[in-house]
C-alpha cells in the first residue's frame, strides 16, 4: 500500500491512472487557515474539491481527512474553529469516512518556527472536541484524534492514534 501525506494533492491528480495501480491511502490535511500560516498550501475550498476527486477516484475509505495542528488564538478562537470545522465536514460528507484531528503541540522546532503559538487549553479541547464530534457525526464522518487527550473519547472522538493498522486496513 501506497500511503501519501499531503496538503495539496492536486500535482498528483493528473497522474492517478499510474497511481491506481497501487492500495493506496491518502492523508489529506485540510485546515481552514489562510495565507499568513500556510503560504504555500491551497485554500481549503480548493483542497477539498482535491480530496472529492481523490474519494471518486479511490473511495471515500482511501482518503482520510487531517486537521493539524488546531491552534487557539486571539485570531483563531474556539468558535471560529467549531463555524470553519462545521464548513469544511459539510463539504466532505460522503467523500471521507474519517477525520483525523491534532492539537498544536509545542515541540523545540514549532517553538523556534511558531513563537507566537500556545498550548491549547484543556478545556478548549473539550469544547472543540465535543463539537467537532457532533459535527462529524451528522456528516458521516468518523472524527479520530492523532494521539490526543483521552478525555475526547467521552464526546464520541476515536482516540487509538491517527496512522494505525486499522486505519490502513
Known sequence: I????????????????????????WFVTMNPYGRELEPHVPYWKKVAEYIRELSREFGPRAVSWRV??????????????????AE????????????????????????????????????????????????ARRNGIRLIGCYEDQDLKKYGVDVSG??????LE
Not at 4 to 13: D, R, Y
Not at 68 to 85: A, C, E, K, L, Q
Open 88 to 135: 469544511m465536514a459539510e463539504s466532505l460528507s460522503g467523500a471521507v469516512e474519517t477525520c483525523m484531528i491534532a492539537f498544536l503541540d509545542l515541540y523545540a522546532k514549532t517553538v523556534r518556527n511558531f513563537p507566537e503559538g500556545r498550548q491549547v487549553a484543556p478545556w478548549e479541547k473539550a469544547e472543540i472536541g465535543k463539537a467537532f464530534a457532533e459535527t
Open 68 to 85: 493539524s495542528p488546531i491552534i487557539v488564538n486571539g485570531r483563531y478562537t474556539v468558535p471560529w474553529h467549531i463555524d470553519r470545522f
Open 2 to 25: 501506497l500511503c501519501f501525506g499531503t496538503k495539496n494533492p492536486g500535482p498528483l491528480l493528473p497522474h492517478l491512472d499510474e497511481i491506481g495501480k497501487f492500495r493506496t491511502f
Open 162 to 167: 491517527c496512522m494505525t493498522h486499522h486505519a
